[in-house]
Every structure is written in structure tokens, then in C-alpha cells.
């Protein structure tokens, strides 16, 4: 697995880790079990993607079009 940069957590400073989730979406969140806040990215289809959206902390100017992974719509929308 490709590794990436990932800026400390805002908070705490402990190191961020990179995981998936059940539904293999990737997120991004703080590695330290203890942290005051313990934030966690939303879910993203692609790793570099929450890495990107975690590295924008603060940043949402420079966050690039990084939406959340839609969630898939069946059928009509009414
Ligand atoms: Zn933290």
C-alpha cells in the first residue's frame, strides 16, 4: 500500500492514520485513542483523496473538488 503524508493531528499532534472502513471507503483520522477530539475525515473512494481532504485542515479554500463519495441513489429521487 502506497503510504502518504499526513499531517499530525491538529490537536493533539500525534501522528494521523490512514484506514479503511467496513464499506472500503478510506478516511483519515487521529491515531492517539486519548485525543480531546479524536477527528476523523469523511469517507473517501480513493486513499490519496482523504489524505488530501485531511491535509486541507483549515484550508477548505484550497480543498480541491473532494466531496464525500456519494452514496449511490436507487431508483427515483422522490
Ligand atoms: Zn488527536
Excluded at 49 to 58: D, K, P, Y
Amino acid at each position: 500500500m502506497r503510504t502518504y503524508t499526513l499531517l499530525p493531528c491538529p490537536w493533539c499532534k500525534s501522528p494521523a492514520k490512514l484506514d479503511q472502513d467496513c464499506n472500503a471507503g478510506w478516511y483519515v483520522s487521529c491515531s492517539f485513542v486519548r485525543c480531546p477530539v479524536l477527528p476523523i475525515s469523511a469517507d473517501y473512494k480513493f486513499a490519496h483523496m482523504a489524505a488530501m481532504a485531511w491535509n486541507c485542515c483549515g484550508q477548505s479554500d484550497r480543498l480541491p473538488a473532494l466531496m464525500p463519495a456519494p452514496t449511490e441513489k436507487h431508483g427515483s429521487s422522490n
